[in-house]
């Protein structure tokens, strides 16, 4: 089992920057970990996935050259920075974890409970 807290949303404006932490703890040897992220009325989206090394990840399309996934496993934790952010990143942000590198939801099995991240125009 992994249990996994986000934090570090907030209220940003245009432009501005955020970074969310995703603190894992339990079983957390070898896990792959992911952000993804899911607004109002629509389906919850990948973001970022990071490999266990840290050597390995992934980006959507929409958010590649803004936002940079990376690890600390001696803290076990994962970050998400996010810069130039834009009205149409608010949503609500989850972490997961499971044993490999996935960009699909159904490829993790343990969630984070959310953070919400707010761009105001």
């Known amino acids: 089992q992994v249990q996994l807290v986000e934090s570090g949303g907030g209220l940003v404006q245009t432009g501005g920057s955020l970074r969310l932490s995703c603190a894992a703890s339990g079983r957390t040897f070898s896990t792959a970990m992911g952000w993804f992220r899911q607004a109002p009325g629509k389906e919850r989206e990948f973001v970022a996935a990071i490999g266990w090394s840290g050597g390995v990840t992934y980006y959507a399309d929409s958010v590649k050259g803004r936002f940079t996934i990376s690890r600390d496993n001696g803290k076990a934790t994962v970050y998400l920075q996010m810069n130039s952010l834009k009205p149409e990143d608010t949503a609500v942000y989850y972490c997961?974890?499971?044993?490999?590198?996935?960009?699909?939801?159904?490829?993790?099995?343990?969630w984070g409970q959310g953070t919400q991240v707010t761009v105001s125009s």
């Open positions: 997961a974890a499971d044993r490999s590198i996935a960009q699909q939801a159904i490829g993790y099995r343990y």
